[in-house]
């Protein structure tokens, strides 16, 4: 597998329940990075832990790093309709403004 | 709030035909980027532009692209001769030194027929 794999692909969810949503990487990383896309739009950024960082919290996003798993977890709490997009993890490597490796998306559906 | 401005939003163009893709970064952003995104699949990273020159480039990043910052506050993708493969959604991005997240446009769709 890849840098950066989601899981899961697809997730549909009742509105107000919470959403999780989960990164792997394979590489030692310097920060994570969680985006947002809509629909044939452009990347919207949630979010960005560091390495040194186990918890962040954004609003109603909470995300979660364990480098020793090489994994992270963005949770949506209370979704709305609006949350509908794809969600994306990015790693960067090196010491920030180096190349994004993205991950492969969760499609997230919220069902009013 | 600033954007990163890219236009066209769509541009089909024939196969073989050279494009010119542009994007207008926020001001004071220092590092500039392409990513592209095919049809379905991840975004991937093209080039990384510092100090007018280019700091990475990936393997997809053959001879047949190019990027330039002519004046300053635009920042361009040139692809010499398109092929079909080229089809996808092209990403810019820009940064500042103190880094925290990039900040994208919102994208050209290109079509190679």
């Known amino acids: 597998s890849q840098q950066g794999e989601e899981d899961p692909q697809a997730l549909s969810i009742q509105e107000g329940e919470n959403a999780t949503m989960n990164c792997s990487y394979k590489t030692s990383i310097n920060n994570l990075q969680w985006y947002r896309q809509n629909s044939g739009r452009g990347l919207v950024h949630l979010i960005l832990i560091r390495s040194n960082e186990r918890e962040k919290h954004s609003g109603r996003l909470r995300v979660t790093l364990d480098t020793s798993k090489k994994s992270s977890s963005l949770l949506i709490t209370a979704s709305r309709a609006a949350d509908t997009a794809s969600y994306f993890c990015?790693?960067?490597?090196?010491?920030?403004?180096?190349?994004?490796?993205f991950g492969t998306g969760t499609r997230l559906t919220i069902i009013p | 709030e600033p954007e990163v401005t890219q236009t066209p939003s769509h541009q089909v163009t024939q196969m073989g035909q050279e494009v010119i893709l542009r994007c207008v970064p926020i001001s004071n952003h220092l590092y500039f980027y392409w990513y592209r995104q095919i049809l379905g699949q991840k975004v991937e990273f093209l080039v990384s532009f510092y100090n007018n020159e280019i700091s990475e480039k990936s393997e997809i990043f053959d001879d047949q692209f190019s990027v330039e910052r002519p004046d300053g506050s635009n920042f361009t993708l040139k692809i010499r001769s398109t092929k079909l493969e080229d089809s996808a959604m092209y990403f810019c991005?820009?940064?500042?030194?103190?880094?925290?997240?990039?900040?994208f446009g919102s994208g050209t769709r290109l079509t190679v027929v």
């Open positions: 990015a790693t960067d490597a090196n010491f920030g403004n180096e190349k994004l490796t």
């Open positions: 991005a820009s940064n500042t030194e103190s880094f925290y997240g990039y900040t």
